[in-house]
Structure formats: structure tokens, C-alpha cells
């Protein structure tokens, strides 16, 4: 599995905002692509998150960051505090989760 790890900060008052369009745009449009395995988004700071994106390979995972940029550009970018970073795309090397029961 590959993730990839991307942070913005949108201006004041427009979270819930930017939380709509991506959940309205930005989730359907990764959950289409081939190889999405989950999406999560997380608030790291007061105007300020982080979204974390996991598909079954690389190739896979670059695609889907390459659309999730074309759709960001119009969607987030103009409610951000400055340009979005992309902290990273890398291969998940160890997972656990909660066993289910």
C-alpha cells in the first residue's frame, strides 16, 4: 500500500467549507480510482489539516494525487492560507488496525 500525506490551512472561517467540498467532491473522485484503498482527513490545527489518501500501489497512488491536484486547484486552493504541501508519498511498510469482533 502507498500513502500520501498532504497538509493545508484554509483562512479563517471557511473549514467548514473546504470539509464540504471535500467531502462532496474531492471523496467520490478518490473512491472512483482504481487502486483507493481509504481516505482520511484530520484536523491538525485550527484552520488546518492534513489528508491522508492510501492505494494498493504507486502507480496507483500518483494517479490519484494527480487528479485529487487538478481538483484542489479550483475546489480548496482559493479558500487556503497559502499554497497546499504535499508532506510525502510513500510505501506503507507497517499497519495494524483493531481486530474486529
Known amino acids: 500500500m502507498y500513502m500520501i500525506l498532504r497538509r493545508v490551512k484554509v483562512q479563517p472561517g471557511l473549514v467548514e467549507e473546504s470539509i464540504r467540498r471535500i ?4 471523496m467520490p473522485l478518490v473512491k472512483g480510482e482504481q487502486g483507493f484503498v481509504e481516505f482520511y482527513l484530520v484536523q ?16 496507483q497512488a500518483e494517479e490519484g ?7 484542489a486547484k479550483e475546489q480548496i486552493l482559493p479558500l487556503a492560507q497559502g499554497p497546499a504541501e504535499m ?9 495494524t488496525r483493531k481486530a474486529e469482533q
Open 44 to 59: 491538525i490545527g485550527e484552520n488546518e489539516g492534513l489528508s491522508i489518501t492510501i492505494f494498493e500501489t504507486r502507480e
Open 23 to 26: 467531502e462532496q467532491g474531492l
Open 65 to 71: 494525487n494527480r487528479k485529487s491536484l487538478e481538483w
Open 87 to 95: 508532506v510525502g508519498l510513500g510505501e506503507v511498510l507497517l499497519h
